[in-house]
């Protein structure tokens, strides 16, 4: 229990702080993308490509940390991560769009690396404290939540060419990673990861276990959802004339919805089961959705928002909580790390497809959020639908609690 509490320590400051740099880019990312792009509609690619690293890197980090372990994984990222914060300033500074665009790529190596910090805090945990530490885990990013937007209001115009500062000082928070993951005492790999022997079932066998695949859906679905309405919200504040101060402000607010729960969102799923937190989820992510099309009025933001980011929380740890308790130790690397190339994967099209329905749908600020909540429901849909057809199975097939 001592390994486990200060691992997941070790997990929730690198997620409070390192962690702020996500908050960061998902303020600036559009709105520096607007300012370089040749194109309006193509304004959120960079937060797109900040996405695509991270699946196309979720699978090669999941394998290294199985044979390296998860502090190698874990500072491979982070050194990438400050390059790439360090390439997208310089192209701030040259007016480039296409290597800001590259820069943020690179970075979304960390946010890879972040979203298996839920993972690394089970590592040395009993069964028991597994969901708690998930949400502790999580829960660091409250800290993220208030260290970001303070970090973008203290860094956007602190160099003539905006936003230029702000990705140096996210390169700096990469580069003091290392430090804080020498103190990670996780489990070291078996000898087979480390030669990488087969374990376990196969990829196939474990893509046709139900609880598997409708974890991996419900965490894709409210994982993608939020990062598809949280890429418009500045671009949505700004262009409905409200200032880049107040779009900082709502996105900080979401944050902290997305993460205040988390302390406790453990013990509700060990209280209510898994599955039933998923479901309250998708339903507070459906009344988001319903919040912002109600209005453009500053309050409707801020609840829109509110909601989103309590709807994933309980939808995305909910599924992990699920996906955690459906295979063995040594299947542990494999699911992982596909589930974060899914997810991930996922969450690249949402925001592939936020500038282009937030810019390029109806002519105005207002049309183009509207159609980006509308834009929800059929993915709430599909995951709903997938939970009940679980749900509705025979209790002596769902899934180990």
Known sequence: MRRAWRNIWVLVAAQGVLGAQMSMIFITGGLAGQMLAPNPCIATLPISAVILGSALSARPLSGLMARRGRRAGFTLACLIAAAGAGLAAAGLYAGSFWL?????????????????????????????????????????????????????????????????????AIAALNLAG??????????????????????????????????????????????ALMNLVMTSTPLAVVGCGFSAGDAANIVSAHVVAMFLPSFFTGWLINRFGASRIVAAGLVILALSSAAAMSGVELGQFYLALVLLGLGWNFGFIGATAMLTAAHSPAERARVQGINDAVVFGGVFVASLASGGLMNCSGGSAQAGWEAVNLAMLPLLILAGGALIWLTMRPKDALEPR
């Open 178 to 223: 290392p430090l804080l993951f020498a103190l990670l005492d996780s489990p070291a790999p078996s000898l087979a990861a480390r030669t990488g022997a087969p374990q376990g079932r196969s990829l196939g066998e474990l893509l046709r276990t139900p609880e598997i695949t409708v974890a991996m859906i419900c965490g894709t679905v409210s994982y």
């Open 100 to 168: 800001f665009t590259a820069g943020t790529g690179l970075t979304g190596v960390y946010m890879a690396a972040q979203g298996f910090y839920r993972f690394a805090a089970t590592d040395a945990a009993p069964p028991d404290l597994q969901p708690r530490a998930i949400g502790w885990v999580l829960g660091g990013g409250l800290v993220a939540a208030l260290l970001g937007p303070m970090l973008v209001r203290a860094t956007t115009e602190a160099t003539a060419v905006p936003f230029m500062a702000t990705f140096a």
